[in-house]
Nanobody, 125 residues
């Protein structure tokens, strides 16, 4: 059974940092692009960041560029999202997602096959 489990969410003041982690089990994702999405209350799920299977290529939502950084460790089957200079508008449930094997970067949720349950990030002003 394939599972993606996020951790690292929490409550932080504006300007602070959090590091989200996603641990994959059930299969290796070393050959698949992975991404992070988020969903705020009353809003649609939106793309945050994606990383290629090798880690050589990344893509970010414009509003998080320069503040967030996505990385992966294929040996450990994990992907992380380092979030710095957090703003109240970053408050949302953050989801880890994985595409199928030998897939490329994508900012579209429908391209992702596997999803975690999400972790809450709350940024207070």
């Amino acid at each position: 059974q394939v599972q993606l489990v996020e951790s690292g969410g929490g409550l932080v003041q504006a300007g602070g940092s959090l590091r989200l982690s996603c641990a994959a089990s059930g299969r290796t994702f070393g050959n698949a692009a992975m991404g992070w999405f988020r969903q705020a209350p009353g809003k649609e799920r939106e793309f945050v960041a994606a990383i290629s299977w090798s880690g050589a290529r990344t893509n970010y939502l414009d509003s998080v560029k320069g503040r967030f950084s996505i990385s992966r460790d294929n040996a450990k089957n994990t992907v992380a999202l380092q979030m710095n200079s957090l703003k109240p508008e970053d408050t949302a449930v953050y989801y880890c997602a994985a595409r199928g094997a030998y897939s490329g970067l994508s900012a579209y949720a429908y391209d992702y096959v596997y999803w975690g349950q999400g972790t809450q990030v709350t940024v207070s002003s």
